[in-house]
């Protein structure tokens, strides 16, 4: 097929108005050039990241809706730093962020994943206590200090944090500019599927034998689904898939599903796989009277009917965006798959030690519908016995290196895939990357995060 090189490849929606936000980014020309690969394995270029972006970037801490009631809190580790995310009002900006670390004497303060203080964090060293609202509220045996040595009003230390669309973003940079200008129209991508919505109904912090970026570049691009992932051949464009290139490193693709890979034999009968799609929005396939061209434009219709069913307001999307996979990159370390229905925040969390180690941290979240007919969809995997309700936050399961993150076959192939793509990274033979335009959203990244280590950004 006719790839388009010149315009970046296929665009989904060729009616979208330039407004909307199916419509196609016009082409980042990011060059040819080969990376260097000690960026996956060396640790000087681990140092140079922590030092020229982590410490100046906004990155995701997590959602929201996770601390809905003030004293709910969440803590957020990056690399060695870690933060502590509190609630402190009912207001949507009434979330504040705190560096988590006891001022007395450097103790991480406050240990848990996920909880609830009454209105005050107290370290486990020497009790000494903060509000939530940061405030120093008690000192053990204070009579026994010299005045001037807490004379400092150890108040626990900020850090920049802004809400959007439900996410929270931190950025250790107090002089960073606000988080908006940084997302650009990733704003808006959020807020039209109504992320802040959705409730966090399963989370799964699995460790990989790689380097995060080798995580970011294997989810970027579908370019390896038949290879790797051939179950959904039947069901996804593979080829077909839109990719967009967005100021500041974002990016995003657009995963046709509903139709099978152009690579796929069968281009005419309704396969299982489609069968399946059909049955995932109530239509009885089997007496489905169409090719499967027709799939996509039925899925989109008969979502119109659920959300005018359950009075859900997707009336604003557009067919694209009810039945295909928006896959939205949040420069450096973000995957965030939308869908009405639900999303999949994936994080790449680099190891604090080790650059051929990372967090894979998905966070599953469902649109809760307060209707006991409405049913969140099969295709998005999660366990027998989920409690989508929203009404309690499930805790963190952790999954060591080398065991299968459970998150459903795609992602246990992944997980077995690249550790095995981290050690050819190594070798003395491999120059560097030969990236493809179905690769753009990979070498728009990684272009990106050359501007910040050579101190362009
Ligand atoms: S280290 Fe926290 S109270 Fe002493
Ligand atoms: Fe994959």
């Known amino acids: 097929m006719d790839y388009n090189l010149d315009q970046g490849g296929p665009t989904l929606n060729p009616d979208a108005a330039d407004t909307a936000v199916d419509h196609k980014a016009p082409y980042v020309d990011n060059g040819t050039e080969r990376k260097d690969p000690a960026r996956y394995y060396a640790r000087d270029y681990m140092a140079k990241e922590w030092e020229r972006l982590w410490s100046r970037v906004w990155t995701i801490a997590g959602v929201a809706s996770d601390i809905p009631e003030v004293g709910d809190f969440f803590t957020y580790d990056l690399l060695h730093e870690s933060f502590i995310i509190v609630r402190t009002g009912p207001g949507p900006a009434d979330v504040k962020g705190w560096y988590n670390v006891c001022g007395h004497r450097g103790n991480r303060l406050v240990q848990a994943e996920v909880g609830h203080v009454e209105d005050r964090f107290t370290c486990g060293f020497h009790s000494w206590q903060w509000k939530i609202d940061g405030a120093l509220a008690h000192v053990t045996d204070a009579e026994s200090f010299r005045p001037e040595v807490l004379d400092c009003a150890p108040d626990l230390v900020p850090v920049k944090t802004a809400v959007v669309a439900g996410v929270v973003f931190v950025n250790m940079d107090d002089d960073a500019r606000p988080v908006e200008d940084f997302l650009g129209p990733v704003v808006e991508h959020m807020t039209s599927f109504q992320v802040e919505k959705m409730n966090v109904v399963r989370h799964v912090r699995s460790e990989w034998a790689a380097n995060w970026k080798t995580g970011v570049d294997a989810f970027y691009e579908t370019y390896h689904l038949h290879a790797v992932h051939p179950q959904t051949q039947p069901i996804m464009g593979d080829i077909n898939c839109q990719y967009d290139c967005y100021p500041n490193g974002m990016s995003r693709m657009i995963v046709p599903i509903g139709q099978p890979s152009p690579h796929f034999p069968d281009q005419t009968s309704i396969n299982e796989g489609l069968q399946y799609m059909l049955g995932s929005v109530?239509?009885?396939?089997?007496?489905?009277?169409?090719?499967?061209?027709?799939?996509?434009?039925?899925?989109?219709?008969?979502?119109?009917?659920?959300?005018?069913?359950?009075?859900?307001?997707?009336?604003?999307?557009?067919?694209?965006?009810?039945?295909?996979?928006?896959?939205?990159?949040?420069?450096?370390?973000?995957?965030?798959?939308?869908?009405?229905?639900?999303?999949?925040?994936?994080?790449?969390?680099?190891?604090?030690?080790?650059?051929?180690?990372?967090?894979?941290?998905?966070?599953?979240?469902?649109?809760?519908?307060?209707?006991?007919?409405?049913?969140?969809?099969?295709?998005?995997?999660?366990?027998?016995?989920?409690?989508?309700?929203?009404?309690?936050?499930?805790?963190?399961?952790?999954?060591?290196?080398?065991?299968?993150?459970?998150?459903?076959?795609?992602?246990?192939?992944?997980?077995?895939?690249?550790?095995?793509?981290?050690?050819?990274?190594?070798?003395?033979?491999?120059?560097?990357?030969?990236?493809?335009?179905?690769?753009?959203?990979?070498?728009?990244?990684?272009?990106?995060?050359?501007?910040?280590?050579?101190?362009?950004?």
Not at 367 to 395: A, I, K, N, Q, Y
Not at 443 to 455: A, K, P
Request: charged share 30%.
């Open 282 to 457: 109530g239509l009885d396939a089997a007496s489905f009277k169409g090719t499967p061209a027709d799939v996509r434009p039925a899925l989109a219709a008969a979502k119109r009917r659920i959300s005018d069913k359950f009075g859900l307001g997707w009336d604003n999307l557009s067919d694209v965006q009810l039945t295909d996979s928006f896959a939205t990159g949040i420069f450096p370390n973000v995957q965030f798959g939308m869908h009405p229905e639900g999303a999949f925040l994936m994080k790449f969390m680099p190891h604090p030690d080790d650059p051929q180690r990372f967090w894979y941290d998905t966070i599953t979240l469902v649109r809760h519908v307060d209707d006991p007919h409405f049913r969140v969809p099969d295709w998005m995997g999660l366990p027998e016995g989920t409690d989508c309700s929203g009404r309690e936050r499930p805790d963190i399961e952790h999954k060591g290196i080398g065991e299968p993150p459970e998150l459903g076959l795609v992602l246990d192939q992944d997980s077995e895939l690249l550790p095995v793509v981290q050690k050819g990274l190594r070798s003395k033979a491999f120059k560097g990357p030969l990236w493809c335009e179905q690769e753009q959203r990979l070498r728009h990244f990684h272009n990106e995060l050359d501007r910040y280590i050579e101190g362009e950004k």
